[in-house]
């Protein structure tokens, strides 16, 4: 009988551990499920595992089991930030935070570092203060949030993040198929294309 180590109770375990450590990186990123998605994934998506990966201190490379595990655990995470409160278009995990007008603000369920909206306090409630590009951000330690528009994975600006974040051809510079490119380093042009 031949011993699979890689599904041991230590392994395991230690699976467990490391896909909880790989979550909560991915949070204090400000991270979306999505994001990371190991299941028809992008280039942009694995850059993105690799620095949630070396953020919590892992040296080896997660596998895909793993980033699963931790996937699930960063759903469950953002899950209970936002109380169950889903986006109606992709239905992850959003915050509604109204703004000074009354109009509600759906942002990510983690603070992010490029976050422009800011839930402070104001008469008592909790209101969303969108930042401009002029504005000053509060402090650093103020935790700022991202519109959920800049992450959702079926609004209206989720085609052209896809475009962008895809690897391009090097002949023409238009979008390569990203699962080709994901699956093979070795395409780098369009069949019809070539390099010169």
Excluded at 13 to 29: D, F, G, T, V, W
């Amino acid at each position: 009988m031949t011993i699979d180590f890689a599904h041991t109770t230590t392994a395991r375990k230690n699976r467990e551990a490391k896909a909880h450590r790989l979550a909560l990186a991915a949070s204090r990123q400000g991270y979306t499920v999505h994001e990371l998605a190991v299941i028809d994934s992008t280039h942009a998506n694995e850059r993105r595992r690799e620095q949630a990966r070396k953020a919590a201190g892992i040296k080896s490379r997660a596998s895909d089991e793993t980033w699963t595990l931790a996937l699930e655990h960063l759903a469950a995470m953002a899950f209970e930030a936002t109380s169950g409160v889903t986006c109606s278009q992709c239905h992850a995990p959003v915050r509604r935070v109204p703004t000074m007008g009354g109009a509600l603000v759906e942002v990510d369920p983690f603070a992010h570092p490029h976050g422009t909206v800011w839930p402070r306090q104001h008469n008592g409630r909790v209101v969303a203060v969108v930042l401009a590009g002029h504005d000053t951000p509060p402090g650093e330690d103020t935790p700022l949030f991202r519109q959920h528009t800049k992450s959702c994975a079926h609004g209206l600006k989720a085609l052209e993040r896809t475009w962008k974040e895809a690897p391009k051809c090097r002949a023409c510079g238009e979008a390569l198929d990203a699962v080709l490119a994901y699956r093979s380093t070795e395409y780098h042009t369009h069949p019809c294309c070539y390099e010169e």
